[in-house]
């Protein structure tokens, strides 16, 4: 075991989160360690979207704690925990609608004040996105779902994020769109950032991930490597379709 | 299969309900065009004239209309108190202006910009920091609040600010100099005249709305009112602070009512304190007109309103005068609501229908 302080990039003891009266998260705790692709699986309604909310800010747990880089930021605003590091694709791509690509883009980078590297930064996430180069000056609210996504994942990287969680990148995209975003998603931590991902398609997010952690009703029922969770009888009847 | 069907004769259901609806608004477009024209045919001098002082009134109410619309656009509230906040601002203009800087009739324009100047940058701080403040107190605790009860409190807050008004000045009108501004002819038309104290309106309107317009398109600032404005959470994973952002949508549109309230003061050179009530209506239709969050549509629907109401006062063949203006003005305000609630330049939403 290497050393646990300076490994850790992100972790979550045993927080207790509520969604008006609702007991969402029933003490998650989970950790994610740099360099590491983690993914966060279960069903609808299991607490994945809940537990990214706890961990951004936009709710706080009523229990447990969140540290990141070894500081506490279990209370911290949401507009503070990007400043710190820590950046989201969100479900349903959020993106804002009547703004274009490249404003989109800009809102990403809204916490960083070092224009030289922003510019540097545009230019890599139209790298990886070679398509969202191309409308740039497009409308984000009237391009499709594929695109969208690609916006929402490079919005999350203009940030320079040291962790970048993504919540449901494949929902709704053609197959073709779901093989080039996880292909990215790949390219992204091997270029260094820590990824978090949420995600129905638990095939794929076994595939990519190197540890994984199964929620169920709130708490988490399974964890352990991608490909033990892979094997695992009640892993693959819940949730890879195997009968 | 079915729902599909249902869904198709409720399309159909519709277009049917709405050909005669649109007949009516068509031959009443057409009513409308054949009065200008009469009007234009018989007196043109009279009808530019007309034409003049709409955009003159206009150009206030699209300051107004302004406020209604961005605070809209990022809370989806219809704040009821701004309509007092540009009638203070109006009095602090008219305090400041007459009994601080002692303006008189006709003062040398060695004294006249320098105290307009002064009494504009006062009205706009003052009245950008008391909307801040307004919804700082009286909004925010309710941001969580089901719609109805920040609507109700923005009405209370309009009551409360007339009351101070009326605490203030008196329920009676307080004027200015009639002469505060020059009344020099800038050109003539026959017998009708343009004055210089209507283009001096039109002319301190202007760069107000050119500096918002930039403010709120090309701003880090502006950015994040509009980013905020189209998605609040996500708006604060961005890492943009939320809450000061939509206090800042309310210190500029406050500051817009400041700019207003001056403007008005010493054009109209008398304002009561129940002044902002009536304008504030007509800005909200204005904004409700254009499209309410859309900010070209709000000035387009101010300029809309300002030609009403000085085409239905002013003209002579068959206006209906000004004994009408409120009812025509809230007229069109319900058949909008009826017909286009998106308004002119508004986008239909799911919700907004």
Redesign the interface.
Known sequence: MSDVATDTVLRVDGIHSYYGSIHALKGVTLEVRTGEIVTLIGSNGAGKSTTLRSI???IHPRRGRITFLGKDITNT????V??MGI??S?EGR??????SVT?NL???A??RTDKANFKEDMERVFTLFPRLAERRSQKAGTMSGGEQQMCAIG?ALM?RPKLLMLDEPSLGLAPIFVERIFETVIEINRQGTAILLVEQNALMALDVASRGYVLETGTVALEGPADRLKADEQVRKLYLGEG | MTSADTAETIVKARRAAIGPATAVALGLIALLIVWLAVNFEKSPALFVKAFLIGITNGSVYALVALGYTLVYGILELINFAHGDVFMLGGMMSATFLVSIFHLGSDPSAVYLWPALFASLAISIVFCGVLNASIERIAYRPLRKAPRLAPLITAIAMSFILQNVAIAWKGPNYISLPINILPHGVVFSIGRNTYTWDALIVVLLTVPVLVALVWLVQYTKRGKAMRATAQDREAAAMMGIDVNRTISFTFLIAGGLAGAAGLIYAIYFTSIRFDQGFQLGLFAFTAAVLGGIGNLPGAVLGALFIGLVQSFNNTLGWHAPGSDWTQSIVFSILILILVFRPEGILGERTPEGG
């Open positions: 951004n800010g936009l605003a949401a507009h503070h990007v400043g950046s989201q969100p959020r993106l804002f609608p009547r703004m404003e800009e809102m990403g809204f916490q919005r940030a």
